[in-house]
């Protein structure tokens, strides 16, 4: 038996692959399936059933592309609608493949159809549970994704989703390993470890969800407090995965396109394009093709991408690295930006060997030391990463809010602005340059390097 989990750092997610005497099963694909078929040619296995957890709302999953290639049935739980023929299969129904199987748990709450998938090995011993939005490690799947298309509170999914939890999982054998869809850095919950694997008896000491300290009002109200806004791209997605989408080969094949200078000028200029940047921050920093958004592959591109652009059908120019153009299209396609008009032939040394070009000014710890009392500061890091630190005189505005709340951005005097390490900041000094501001600077190294410079330090607002 192979049980093999592909974690996917970016979109902070788990697809896993399973094999057992000739047959294998995968559950929550990405987008692009070549890795799984890949994995089933090595050990001459039939790729016999793709199992979904839920109707994601944060990637695009590759159910359909993987059974299109492969002939694999896709099986959701009870309550799934999808568009496309699949077996909806009956809560506790068992799949062989080869000497193992897989039951069924229909565990609604994060959503209606939610639903994990437990593992019990050759001598029919329960092994793992793909836990799906359900579970996560120190965290439950949020409840409040759903509740728009299906006219159900958050109240009340998180009800459900309590009982599931207990009268679905909590049962289960202690001995058990948790291989949930998500890690920490996922916007499908709340407070995820880093961890990507753990046992259930683990969990019972260290998830709220599990560990008996909250009743079942206490468990709603912790579960819907505090929750922030989704980003406004996961209905899109949840709708791409619930009704179909075009194969991530056509996506490259439309979107793998050289752009000479001169159409790019032209293409520019219309109102629902967007020209991507995604080199690393520091090149952006030193000259940007003007009007850029910068959001860099080398962070969690994806999921940034979803949170600042919005909406899917906005028309995407890149400017990239050379050989890093198929690598951008394919991290566009896992969150359903699939309208890429293609790239900036030979890069921005392309742009900028004959156009004028921006520049973000930036600043070091040390020297911000001198004058932090005297300038505008915004911090753009997550109100709990300020919760182990911040500067008194910064102001918050988090990066998933910052478009929002420009008004909250003066543009007549000069703006710092620093996340944990770098990247965010580089996104929001991006963000004010299209949007007409003049004076932003960027903090270099971001708090990691102002926590280890002479500044005091709050820890609590």
Not at 34 to 44: G, M, R, T, V
Request: hydrophobic share 35%; charged share 25%; with cysteine.
């Amino acid at each position: 038996m192979i049980v093999k989990q592909l974690y996917t750092k970016c979109l902070s997610q788990g697809a896993y692959y399973v094999e057992s005497n000739g047959e294998a099963a995968v559950i929550d694909p990405l987008r692009e399936v070549s890795e799984y078929i890949n994995l089933a040619k090595l050990s001459n296995s039939k790729i016999k059933y793709i199992f979904e957890t839920h109707f994601h709302a944060d990637f695009i999953s590759g159910h359909l592309t993987l059974s299109k290639k492969t002939n694999a049935p896709i099986i959701f739980g009870p309550n799934a609608k999808p568009s496309f023929e699949s077996i909806i299969a009956k809560d506790n129904e068992i799949f062989n493949i080869g000497d193992i199987t897989i039951q069924v748990i229909h565990t609604p709450g994060h959503t209606l159809e939610s639903t994990c998938y437990l593992l019990r090995d050759e001598n029919n011993a329960q092994y793992c549970l793909f836990s799906g939005d359900t579970l996560f490690l120190g965290d439950v799947g949020r409840p409040d994704l759903a509740q728009k298309s299906m006219n159900i509170s958050k109240e009340d999914l998180a009800g459900i989703l309590f009982d599931s939890i207990n009268n679905k999982i909590s049962v289960l054998d202690e001995n058990i390993l948790i291989y949930p869809a998500h890690g920490a850095g996922s916007a499908c919950g709340k407070n995820m470890m880093k961890e990507t694997v753990d046992t259930l008896a683990n969990q019972k000491l260290v998830n709220y969800a599990l560990n008996g300290k909250l009743n079942k009002d206490e468990f709603i109200n912790e579960l819907t407090n505090d929750l922030a806004d989704p980003p406004e791209y996961f209905p899109s997605n949840v709708m791409l995965n619930q009704d179909g989408y075009d194969d991530f080969d056509s996506i490259l094949e439309n979107s793998l396109r050289s752009i000479s200078i001169e159409d790019f000028k032209n293409l520019m200029q219309n109102d629902d394009t967007i020209i991507l940047d995604v080199r690393d921050q520091k090149d952006f920093k030193n000259g940007f093709v003007p009007g850029s958004i910068f959001i860099g592959l080398n962070g969690a591109f994806a999921p940034w991408v979803g949170s600042i652009i919005k909406d899917v059908n906005k028309k995407l120019l890149l400017v990239c690295d050379p050989d890093s153009e198929k690598e951008a299209i394919m991290r566009l396609s896992r969150v359903g930006f699939d309208n890429c008009l293609g790239f900036l032939e030979g890069g921005f040394s392309t742009w900028s060997n004959n156009n004028s070009y921006d520049t973000i000014e930036s600043i070091d710890s040390d020297n911000l030391s001198m004058i932090v009392d005297k300038v505008k500061l915004i911090d753009v890091r997550k109100l709990s990463e300020r919760d182990n630190g911040f500067l008194s005189s910064s102001v918050s505005i988090p990066l998933d809010e910052f478009q929002e709340k420009l008004e909250q951005v003066n543009n007549n005097e000069k703006n710092y602005i620093h996340c944990a390490g770098g990247y965010r900041s580089m996104i929001a000094c991006s963000i004010l340059k299209r949007n007409g501001y003049k004076s932003v600077v960027d903090v270099k190294g971001g708090f990691s390097a102002i926590r280890n410079s002479n500044f005091k330090i709050l820890t609590h607002e």
